[in-house]
């Protein structure tokens, strides 16, 4: 008899991104070979309780009966903590380990870490709940153009960000980022193309694997996360970007991914102006598994899709 793996996929967890990772794990539960594997559907709810197909159970015990977890959470359970848990029971998982997945979520120390690597960013100011003086705001507003973007320090969702142009707006935008969150960034805004480069570990014979550079137009004005674009974008592939541009994106994202000491597959999203200057926004290393989504269309374009991205997955964290 042919043991089948005993993969546990994980999803919801506290927070706003709970839907988003509830469709997410769904997505994965639905295309995983129940041939190859014994599958347990375990959803974290938003007060942090455990369920086994809708059962009621205690992590440990969930945890003594499984050999590998398929991480599809978002928000407060995947920066760090749940990986903490895993590692803490010798369980092997899909995506990064513990302090990178905890340092990848901090918009702020991210930025350091591409500063600290040689990699343009937007310029940046933190702004910290505990301290926080409106005359920083103004002190910002004096010395970064206009406009502003103002967001949350810790948050994979597109909830607090806005666009400031005036300093009653920036200062209005961060304060009420203050009355959900502990940390505002407010960075530069960069006018140019929005691109989104993705890399996988391991994969067609190469340590990381770069998907093509794809242009993203969408109705907004401003970069959203991608989880949130729905159908309201249009992808260019190929973008009419140079070839050195595109090369210079890949090695980008190469960088960024090793910097942060990343683990399977993330993506980065950059900025290019007219004068052809690159810009990376963020860095984000949770995959958005749905139909229609921004990362569906990349694989595909680069002659894969989404089940072959989570067996990939799936067979890394077999070998990590």
């Known amino acids: 008899m042919i043991y089948k793996l005993k993969v546990a996929v994980l999803r919801g967890g506290p927070g706003l991104e709970y839907e988003s990772s509830m469709n997410a794990g769904s997505y994965v539960l639905k295309n995983l070979s129940s041939e190859k594997y014994v599958v347990y559907d375990v959803s974290i709810s938003r007060n942090g309780d455990w369920f086994l197909n809708g059962i009621s159970i205690s992590p440990e015990k969930l945890l003594g009966r499984i050999d590998l977890v398929f991480n599809a959470l978002k928000g407060e359970y995947s920066r760090g903590k749940i990986q903490r848990m895993l590692d803490d029971f010798g369980i092997p998982y899909t995506g990064s380990k513990t302090l990178a997945s905890a340092l990848a979520t901090n918009k702020f120390l991210t930025k350091k870490v591409y500063q600290d690597s040689g990699i343009k960013t937007p310029y940046h100011a933190l702004f910290r709940k505990e301290d926080y003086d409106r005359k920083k705001a103004h002190q910002v507003f004096r010395e970064m153009p206009a406009p502003f973007i103002v967001k949350p320090v810790n ?53 990381n694997y770069t998907f093509l550079p794809t242009e993203i137009k969408k109705n907004k004005s401003f970069l959203c996360n991608l989880s949130k674009l729905n159908n309201d974008f249009e992808l260019i592939i190929p973008t009419d970007l140079s070839y050195d541009q595109k090369e210079k994106i890949k090695k980008i994202t190469i960088d960024a991914h090793n910097a942060l000491d990343l683990g399977h597959y993330s993506h980065s999203d950059f900025i290019v102006t007219n004068k052809g200057e690159i810009y990376l926004l963020e860095t984000n290393f949770i995959p958005d598994i749905q139909e229609g989504s921004v990362l569906e269309k990349i694989l595909e374009a680069s002659g894969t899709n989404l089940l072959e991205f989570i067996e990939h997955l799936i067979q890394s964290a077999r070998k990590y």
Do not use: Q
């Open 155 to 207: 948050t994979d969702v597109s909830f607090g960000v806005g666009l400031a142009y005036t300093l009653e707006e920036l200062i209005n935008l961060i304060e009420g980022n203050f009355e959900s969150f502990d940390m505002v960034l407010v960075e530069e805004y960069i006018r140019g193309k929005e691109v989104v480069c993705g890399v996988i570990d391991n994969f067609r014979e190469t340590k």
